[in-house]
């Protein structure tokens, strides 16, 4: 795999800041992102996930003890070592083995190189990165490369992976368009505080105890009928 260094810039006007977070983690922007439910659909189909409230109680598990806050602390990790131009390689590698599923492990790569693919129309050449990159590692390394600043691109980034869960599990539960807004606007100070605590972690923080979400994936796998690819 090829050394992961880049040239950060800074200076960047907020205002461009804010439209290239908007833009980059848009439901739009080429990455897959909606194809993917991390392993909600299985847990839909066994009755787990049944209702607002227990999609709720899921998802915060995932921020705080699960694989979206270590993809968070990945992030955080990923930023700064890019914002130093440092050589972030040797954490792409450790995102990518702290995938706890073949699914898992679809879902964060294929993302973070279509990410990579996409943001060439930013002037980032592909070459600069390594082959393969973890979805979380991708972002922050962007991100930090183009002057955004670390906490409000983690809670753009925390914003959008739960979007897209919420947006999927609207499709499975069935639930409604309302109560998944009201389901956002619930999380909106989890997500602040995620993302404050990750941004000031560092790879001594990872950790998963959501065994679960974990199995979820795992028989997901063989699940006969699915919407999703994880």
């Given at each position: 795999m090829s050394t992961t260094i880049i040239t950060p810039m800074t200076d960047l006007d907020p205002n461009a800041?804010?439209?290239?977070?908007?833009?980059?983690?848009?439901?739009?922007?080429?990455?897959?992102?909606?194809?993917?439910?991390?392993?909600?659909?299985?847990?839909?189909?066994d009755g787990l996930i049944h209702d607002k409230t227990s999609l709720q109680n899921w998802l915060y598990d995932l921020m705080h003890h699960g694989s979206v806050w270590n993809d968070?602390?990945?992030?955080?990790?990923?930023?700064?070592?890019?914002?130093?131009?440092?050589?972030?390689q040797h954490i792409a590698e450790l995102g990518e083995a702290m995938a706890g599923s073949k699914e898992r492990h679809m879902e964060t790569m294929l993302q973070g190189n279509a990410f990579l693919h996409a943001i060439r129309h930013w002037g980032v050449k592909e070459s600069?990165?390594?082959?393969?990159?973890?979805?979380?590692?991708?972002?922050?390394?962007?991100?930090?490369?183009?002057g955004v600043s670390l906490k409000p691109a983690l809670a753009a980034f925390l914003h959008a992976?739960?979007?897209?869960?919420?947006?999927?599990?609207v499709r499975l539960i069935p639930l409604g368009q309302s109560h998944g807004v009201a389901l956002m606007a619930a999380m909106e100070m989890?997500?602040?505080?995620?993302?404050?605590?990750?941004?000031?972690?560092?790879?001594?923080?990872?950790?998963?105890?959501?065994?679960?979400?974990?199995?979820?994936?795992?028989?997901?796998?063989?699940?006969?009928?699915?919407?999703?690819?994880?």
């Open positions: 800041a804010l439209l290239r977070l908007m833009t980059w983690l848009s439901p739009a922007f080429p990455v897959g992102a909606f194809s993917y439910s991390h392993g909600i659909e299985r847990a839909v189909h968070a602390v990945l992030f955080a990790a990923s930023w700064r070592a890019s914002d130093s131009g440092v050589d972030f600069a990165f390594a082959d393969d990159m973890p979805y979380p590692v991708a972002v922050a390394a962007i991100a930090a490369s183009n992976v739960l979007s897209n869960l919420i947006q999927g599990a989890q997500i602040i505080t995620i993302a404050a605590q990750a941004a000031d972690s560092n790879l001594d923080d990872l950790g998963s105890a959501t065994i679960m979400s974990d199995i979820m994936a795992m028989q997901h796998e063989t699940q006969y009928s699915r919407v999703f690819r994880s």
